[in-house]
């Protein structure tokens, strides 16, 4: 049995930042990078605004017990919400997520990823580090999980260069999103403690 942890448990502060799971009145920001085609260069084509309200009754889901799903970042000091974080399993085939996998009482069977969108006005200021150090941490404080994963697309050298700061090493390449040869980076529990 999954202990379901709270909105207050599930919420996650650094130094700048506050992650908070996203809810149905995140769809400002999620239309804001979503739909941004610089933000989502090396993601997929960007979305139209009626996509993204009709995606917000998947984003919000959350599985074992609030741990998988996505968070919404907001500065603490201007109270501007600059992007979202996602901890999410991977799909291989598909080029989107698998929203039934998320379910309350169990971890899905795949690889669990962290990712994140930020508005171009939130570039090169530390806040992908910040925000994916913290998503990491909490993935092996919070979570049973024994690894933590991420991908990113050949050309994206600066979010190569964040997950390599968050302690994620390159490991090769690999099917992912329906297609093959995608950058892989991972990080175990085991590494992550020695670092510690």
Not at 173 to 195: H, I, M, N, Q, S
């Amino acid at each position: 049995m999954i202990t379901q942890l709270s909105f207050e448990d599930l919420t996650l502060e650094t130094e700048r930042l506050i992650l908070t799971p996203f809810r149905p009145e995140d769809v400002d920001i999620a239309k804001k990078v979503l739909c941004d085609e610089q933000v989502m260069r090396y993601v997929a084509d960007p979305e139209t605004p009626e996509a993204v309200e009709t995606h917000m009754k998947d984003a919000v889901k959350r599985g074992a017990g609030g741990r998988i799903g996505i968070w919404c970042i907001t500065r603490k000091d201007t109270g501007e919400k600059i992007g979202d974080t996602v901890f999410m399993p991977v799909p291989i085939d598909e080029d989107d997520y698998d929203w039934s996998l998320l379910v309350p009482d169990a971890y899905p069977d795949a690889h669990i990823e962290v990712g994140y969108l930020l508005i171009p006005a939130a570039w090169g200021q530390g806040f992908a580090t910040e925000t994916c150090q913290r998503l990491v941490r909490f993935g092996f404080e919070m979570t049973t999980l024994d690894q933590i994963v991420a991908c990113t697309d050949h050309d994206n050298a600066n979010s190569q260069h964040v997950l390599q700061k968050s302690g994620l090493r390159r490991n090769g390449v690999k099917r992912v999103y329906a297609e093959d040869g995608v950058p892989w980076f991972e990080l175990t529990r085991a590494e992550w403690e020695a670092a510690q």
